[in-house]
């Protein structure tokens, strides 16, 4: 069990590496064992690349027969991108396999692990399952639900406020939040915000470079980190070719209530029509709607309303807040804008899962447990 434990952690460890360039694929890690060593490793880096077991096979070569392999996701057993990793696993003779989770997706799901039955192989499931999940939250949520993960990103002031009553925002945060959300955005398929907050802002919503963690840029040269698609709610149609988010590289997705075909984008943009109401039952159309574009995780920065729709219809996987040192005053914008609360015990409950420090601000975590 000990040893089990050991290599999958291993396995899990690596897995992670495919974060920022994998998606819409899962991440997955492997590591192949002979006679408690090491043999071959490997994680899947890029759709269309070859997955974990084949990078772990090619390393370990012959030394793969009768040896025990680690793997964070249930072998493929079906021709996609690249042939299935479960006869890849039988042709070289290995006599174990160790999985930390079923695979999700229904053309996979049981049928590869028992491809490796019927040939032989000893299998041992859901070692490590939570933490496998945990990899893996935004493909098994658009797996099972037809909805990505969404991260919901809010910084504010100590008295709960998003802007001063001009509207003016920047900086609510210190540098060293600014450069933490940078990892968030490079670790998420696209970020999603409204039509009010690029007009006010005019932002980029890319990931910038010179701001990522050292550790990230040393796994990784930045022609190699994809950029998340950009994702505007533009329900009046107000965004034009002149706003940064339409320019840049990578491709920006705008949600209109009408489409103009027309106009003549500088960027890679994509307009999608949608009928806007922020309502429950609309706004899930809206995360189904992005689901089927293969988008796995979603980084919602945005302004106060859209905010409180997705807290108020529970909508949010993930909540985290940055919070400055600071003062805005009664006149200031609120960070949320709920009413019609009256009684203490209505108001949306949740429990703080991580409270950091991040240079001068708390950085806060919720997981919404549905």
């Not at 030394?63 to 964070?72: D, L």
């Not at 060293?176 to 039509?195: G, M, N, P, W, Y």
């Not at 200031?332 to 991580?354: E, H, M, R, T, Y």
Request: with cysteine; aromatic share 8%; net charge positive.
């Amino acid at each position: 069990m000990y040893k089990d434990q050991f290599y999958m952690n291993r396995a899990l460890e690596i897995a992670q590496k495919g974060r920022f360039t994998v998606t819409p694929n899962p991440n997955v890690g492997c590591v192949i064992v002979k006679n408690n060593v090491i043999v071959g490793e490997g994680f899947h880096q890029k759709t269309g690349n070859a997955h974990a077991e084949i990078l772990a096979l090619e390393m370990a070569k012959e030394k793969a027969k009768n040896a025990t392999v680690y793997v964070t996701l249930e072998p493929c057993s079906h021709y996609g991108h690249t042939p299935p990793c479960a006869k890849a696993l039988i042709k070289a003779g290995v006599s174990r396999v160790v999985v930390a989770m079923k695979d999700p997706n229904p053309k996979v799901s049981g049928m590869g692990i028992n491809m490796l039955l019927k040939a032989g192989l000893k299998i041992k499931k859901n070692v490590f399952l939570k933490k496998a999940e945990t990899i893996n939250r935004g493909f098994i949520k658009r797996m099972r639900t037809g909805i990505p993960y969404i991260r919901l990103k809010l910084a504010c002031s100590l008295d709960g406020k998003i802007a001063l009553k001009s509207g003016k925002s920047k900086w609510i945060t210190c540098i060293d939040s600014r450069k933490d959300v940078q990892k968030l955005r490079s670790e998420s398929c696209a970020i999603l915000t409204t039509s009010k907050t690029v007009i006010i802002d005019n932002p980029s919503l890319t990931v910038r470079w010179h701001e990522l963690p050292l550790n990230i840029k040393e796994d990784y040269k930045e022609k190699q980190l994809r950029q998340p698609i950009r994702i505007v709610l533009d329900k009046k149609n107000l965004i034009t070719p002149n706003h940064k988010i339409t320019q840049l590289e990578g491709k920006c997705l705008l949600i209109r209530s009408c489409l103009h075909n027309d106009i003549k984008w500088k960027g890679d943009v994509e307009e999608v029509f949608f009928n806007f109401e922020y309502q429950y039952n609309n706004l899930i159309n809206l995360m189904i709607k992005l689901g089927s574009k293969k988008i796995n995780t979603i980084l919602v920065e945005s302004g106060s309303k859209f905010a409180t729709s997705l807290i108020k219809f529970n909508l949010f996987d993930e909540l985290i807040i940055y919070i400055a040192p600071k003062f805005f005053g009664k006149d200031a914008c609120n960070l949320v804008d709920f009413s019609g609360i009256n009684i203490i015990s209505d108001a949306p409950k949740f429990k703080f899962s991580n409270i950091k420090k991040i240079g001068n601000d708390l950085r806060i975590t919720i997981y919404n447990k549905k």
